[in-house]
């Protein structure tokens, strides 16, 4: 498929393939995930089912952009079930501070990734860092420190950082514009920053948040999203777990993305 087509035709032809393209991908995943317990590792029995319901959804949404739909077709016509089942089986959940997780698998994606940004037609999903997971995680966090500081009775604030990783302007511009949305004022470095700058001026500026864009030490491959709280400490699990309800209870991806229900 060349991505000159346009959203309606792409979306015809996916309505039209459903059930071809459904049924070709869970035969993939099934055949991957056999390999994986035949080599004596354990995979989780719903790995199967949660991978192929996530790539339908994400491949029939109406919110979700057409190169997102284009990058899921190219992998699953290439075959990388392993890649496809790493990116949908599950979702990004908090490591030390946030989510870390695979932005692009290879160099191949992170070079488009680099040339055409949110147009690159890479494999993505609900388990990867992409622009689709830093909004969502974005307004979830919004949403729960908007709530927060209100019960505190002070303004909202949040500062927000990124390191030099492939495209971190753009995603922090995306971040910034989902605060913006939940009525925060928005400081950004305008330079890629590291942890102490962040916590710093999380601290100097009287925020509610800080959010850093950065996986640390971790490989090219990889993006992260690290959640500070306004005096610039990492979030403790207690807060963690809130801004995790807020950023996954819901499924619905209009609401997740944009805050409220078309």
């Known amino acids: 498929l060349s991505s000159e087509i346009s959203e309606t035709d792409l979306n ?12 070709y991908l869970r035969k993939g995943v099934t055949a991957y995930v056999d390999e994986v317990r035949k080599r004596g590792l354990k995979i989780s029995a719903s790995t199967v089912g949660n991978t192929v319901n996530s790539v339908m959804e994400w491949l029939t949404s109406p919110f979700i952009d057409k190169y997102t ?30 989510p870390r997780q695979f932005m692009v698998f290879n160099m191949t994606e992170a070079k488009e990734l680099k040339e055409k940004g949110f147009k690159a037609e890479i494999l993505k999903g609900p388990k990867t860092m992409n622009n ?4 969502r995680l ?3 966090s ?10 505190e009775g002070h303004a909202l604030v949040m500062a927000l950082a990124y ?6 302007p753009a995603f922090a511009d995306a971040v910034a ?6 009525g925060f004022q928005v400081f950004v470095f305008d330079q890629p920053s590291a942890t102490p700058f962040l916590s710093f001026g999380a601290s100097f500026v009287k925020a509610d948040v800080g959010i850093l864009l950065s996986a640390s030490h971790n490989d090219y491959r990889l993006g992260g999203f ?3 709280s306004g005096d610039g400490s990492q979030l403790g699990p207690k807060y963690s777990s809130n801004v995790i309800e807020h950023t996954y209870g819901t499924r619905n991806l209009y609401q997740a993305l944009y805050g409220h229900h078309r």
């Open 69 to 98: 739909k284009l990058g899921l077709l190219r992998a699953i016509a290439n075959k990388r079930f392993n890649d496809i089942t790493m990116a949908h089986s599950d979702m990004v959940m908090f490591g030390t501070a946030g």
């Open 132 to 135: 689709i997971t830093f909004m």
């Open 177 to 182: 514009a989902s605060f913006r949305r939940e």
């Open 142 to 151: 919004a949403r729960y420190f908007k709530k927060k500081a209100e019960k």
């Open 12 to 23: 015809r032809l996916i309505t039209n393939q459903t059930n071809r393209i459904e049924q």
């Open 226 to 228: 690290k959640v500070f």
């Open 138 to 140: 974005a307004m979830g």
């Open 163 to 168: 390191d030099s990783r492939i495209q971190n």
